[in-house]
């Protein structure tokens, strides 16, 4: 199951990391050096997160500390909410997300997408509802990614 979850991050990975950067190098005359910073950081995470995905993949022993890595970055993506104006969702890769969402009536749902890469965190005075989604794909991944963190297998080596 880890080899699958692996080549399934690895291929978000790439294709996140070539959109990325063409959207990066498309805007490069107009980004400010504070701006140009932050995309180099952001670059060198996605190639690392892709590191410790080929690790996972190709290595005998996995270092704990790659899927740690991989635990925290679904753990980041399972919740989508919208509280007291501030709206917060992460999304990278498959998005299937059943919803609540509270305004002046009750409205449950589900959203979903093949492949989106979305970062969210806003204030906006008019929102005064209340939306809660948990997206299923990171959970799952989360969960075995998690699972195989807290087995006591010899064949993980601390890292």
Request: proline share 1%.
């Amino acid at each position: 199951m880890l080899i699958f979850v692996s080549l399934y991050q690895i291929t978000i990975g790439i294709v996140s990391l070539f959109l990325f950067t063409r959207t990066t190098l498309s805007q490069y005359q107009d980004m400010t050096n504070g701006q140009l910073f932050v995309a180099v950081l952001i670059s060198v995470f996605l190639i690392y997160y892709l590191y410790t995905n080929f690790c996972i993949l190709f290595k005998r022993k996995i270092r704990k500390s790659h899927l740690q890595l991989n635990i925290w970055v679904n753990f980041i993506q399972i919740v989508q909410l919208t509280l007291l104006s501030v709206s917060y969702k992460m999304v990278i890769g498959m998005e299937v997300a059943p919803f609540f969402l509270y305004s002046e009536k009750v409205e449950l749902g589900i959203k979903y997408a093949i492949f989106n890469i979305k970062l969210n965190l806003s204030y906006d005075s008019s929102l005064h509802d209340l939306r809660i989604g948990i997206n299923i794909i990171p959970l799952i991944i989360f969960l075995i990614l998690n699972r195989e963190f807290n087995k006591k297998d010899s064949s993980l080596m601390i890292g």
